[in-house]
């Protein structure tokens, strides 16, 4: 079990049972570091989230250095890119349609060729080569459909599509093989039975 440890800038390896077995990473902003770009108390620095290829290589997303992380099982740096421009690859640039408060990648995911696939909060799902190179951006950002509000969380399924957690528009994007980009599920209301109060069942809240 991989932790993504966002409040101590470090990467824990756990066994099922919860036994710590390793762990790697400390504030900063040198490679194999996190979080150096913001306070070393602050969790929007990251790691945030984890995706793994099919070497067993880790990879982590820093929301305020607007950097990405390619790491063994070590620790040790296999890559990094990113910043938080504005333009195609960068994770920052406000929103011309939804606001942000903040900047950053958040969400990535590695698919069955080996491609990174990045979330930002500049409403972003974009393509990455493992070393970086940029390769294309899955629609834009907004409300509509198939656009994207605060993408989070990523995962694939056996066809090689891969499915977004988009937050802001609760609702689940899916993005085929060819980097088309449709609702897959939601997209209409937001639903929390927290409180007791029945949900309908197309009612989402991520």
Known sequence: VWVADQGNHRVLRLSPEGKLLGKFGSHGSAPGQFGGAGKANSRFGGPHFLAFDRQGNIYTTEASG???QRLDRTGKPLAVWGDNSDGPGGFGGRSKEVRNPLLGPIAVWVDRLGRVWVGATNNRVQLFTPEGRFLLMAAGDGTGPGQFHLPHGM???SKGNIYVADRNNIAIRKIDTSGIVSTFFG??????DGDGLPTA???LSI
Do not use: H, L
Not at 187 to 192: E, V
């Open 155 to 157: 995962a694939t399924d």
């Open 187 to 192: 997209g209409s209301n937001f639903g929390f």
């Open 66 to 68: 607007g950097r990405i």
């Open 201 to 203: 069942a197309g009612d």
